[in-house]
């Protein structure tokens, strides 16, 4: 099924991925030093959480890109091991 929204772009509702949506698999990640890397943020993700990691993004400054604002966000594989991570 097809469905068009104001006539504009349209959303075919049979390419839905299957499964919890991200959303109910990512964890926000704050306090995070300064000197935290996106590559070391998995890594601790992987190290310190029960399931599979799928993603680790670390948030940086919109005007230099670099800078680590100190928050991030683990997706994991299943909304399951997101619970448990939250719990900790």
Known sequence: MTVDFNNNAQFDNTQI???PSRLCRQIFVGGLP???????LRV????????RV???VLVVDKKTHKRPRGFGFVTFDTAEA?????RF
């Open 82 to 86: 997101a619970n448990l991570a939250v």
């Open 44 to 51: 601790w993700a992987q190290r310190t959480f029960q399931g």
């Open 17 to 19: 991925a299957k499964g």
């Open 34 to 40: 300064t000197s935290v890397t996106q590559a070391g």
């Open 54 to 56: 799928i993603n680790a």
